[in-house]
C-alpha cells in the first residue's frame, strides 16, 4: 500500500497555527479535528512563526528564525563548496603552468 503525502497551504498552516495559539484544546485533539497528522502542528510550530505585517495588521507565516538559519548554513556551504572546488582547479592550473616554465628553461 503506497503511503498518500498531503501537502498544506500556507493559509492552511497559518489557521491551524492561529488556532493552536487561541483554542483552549489540546494539540492532539485539534489535529484530530484538523485531520492531521499527529505531531504535525508541532512540527509547523517549530518551523514557522506569525509574524504581524505593520501596514495592513494582517498575521502571516514566516519561517522561524531557525529555519532562516538553516537555509543560511545551507547556502553558505553551496558556496563554500564551490569556492573549495575553484581554488582546487587553480591550483592545477598554477601546478601546470609551473611545470611549463620550468620546462622551457632547461
Do not use: C
Amino acid at each position: 500500500m503506497s503511503k498518500k503525502i498531503r501537502s498544506y497551504s500556507k493559509e492552511f498552516k497559518l489557521d491551524a497555527l492561529r488556532l493552536l495559539e487561541t483554542s483552549d484544546k489540546s494539540v492532539s485533539q485539534l489535529e484530530r479535528d484538523l485531520g492531521i497528522t499527529p505531531g504535525l502542528l508541532h512540527k509547523w510550530k517549530g518551523r514557522y512563526q506569525l509574524s504581524t505585517d505593520e501596514n495592513s495588521n494582517e498575521i502571516n507565516l514566516e519561517k522561524s528564525e531557525l529555519e532562516q538559519a538553516k537555509a543560511r548554513i545551507r547556502q553558505l556551504e553551496r558556496e563554500l563548496a564551490i569556492t573549495q572546488e575553484e581554488r582546487e582547479i587553480l591550483k592545477k592550473t598554477i601546478a601546470i603552468f609551473s611545470d611549463r616554465e620550468k620546462g622551457d628553461t632547461r
